[in-house]
């Protein structure tokens, strides 16, 4: 089944660092969502975007919905050993059955 | 906490047997979806249920089939199980009928086929 274009795989940075990732889509998506995936668990839902240009924060993050709608990036700020784990980006059609279509996903590790 | 539960947590069985996978949705919540993820991929999309009916359905064979009970839990059942299905299959509550559509993942029920 079709996946978004996460890359790169792994991201390595320093406790305190910023982090940016972002994820393409050669489809158009009308939501955009990011989740964070720990060992163990489901996926738990980061920031949802509903317009095209839209930021959003929840605490240290950050995420944009792009102008051509087959793009968004996620910005984490001032990284904690916490913020490790996957990270997952999510396009939605707010259609008939709104099922989301997700990328291979980002593991982040936080060097202390 | 979603509010979404899953049972097992853990399962082995061997090729060709049939599993049942099961569902708690979040109260209040009329639509569960069911994704397959494999080790190293994002999750994938199999089908949804909404309202006892089945509403979309992903690129997974018929072997794949799914039931809704009148309270919205939900169950996954697999038929003549393959190696490929070894995965952990995630079920996704929504509260359907409103603009935003959050789905809310319970922790999953990881499958291993032998």
């Known amino acids: 089944g079709q996946q978004l274009n996460q890359s790169p795989q792994s991201m390595f940075i320093q406790e305190g660092e910023d982090v940016s990732m972002n994820c393409t889509s050669s489809s158009i998506f009308n939501t955009w969502l990011w989740y964070k995936q720990d060992p163990g668990e489901g996926p738990v839902l980061l920031i949802a975007l509903y317009k095209a240009g839209e930021l959003t924060s929840n605490g240290r993050l950050t995420a944009q919905f792009g102008i051509t709608r087959k793009d968004s990036f996620l910005n984490i700020s001032a990284s904690i050993p916490s913020d490790v784990g996957i990270y997952f980006c999510?396009?939605?059609?707010?259609?008939?059955?709104?099922?989301?279509?997700f990328g291979k996903g980002i593991t982040l590790s936080v060097r202390p | 906490e979603t509010g979404v539960t899953q049972s097992p947590t853990h399962l082995i069985k061997t090729r060709g047997q049939q599993v049942t996978l099961r569902c708690s949705s979040q109260s209040g919540h009329n639509t569960v979806s069911w994704y397959q993820q494999a080790l190293g991929q994002g999750p994938q999309f199999i089908f949804q249920y909404y309202r006892e009916e089945e509403n979309g359905r992903g690129n997974f064979p018929p072997r794949f089939s799914g039931l809704q009970f009148p309270n919205y839990s939900s169950e996954l059942n697999v038929n003549a199980l393959e190696l490929d299905d070894s995965a952990l299959y995630l079920c996704?509550?929504?509260?359907?009928?409103?603009?935003?559509?959050?789905?809310?993942f319970g922790a999953g029920t990881r499958l291993s086929v032998l």
């Open positions: 999510a396009g939605q059609y707010t259609g008939a059955n709104s099922k989301l279509t």
């Open positions: 996704a509550s929504t509260e359907g009928g409103t603009a935003k559509n959050i789905q809310y």
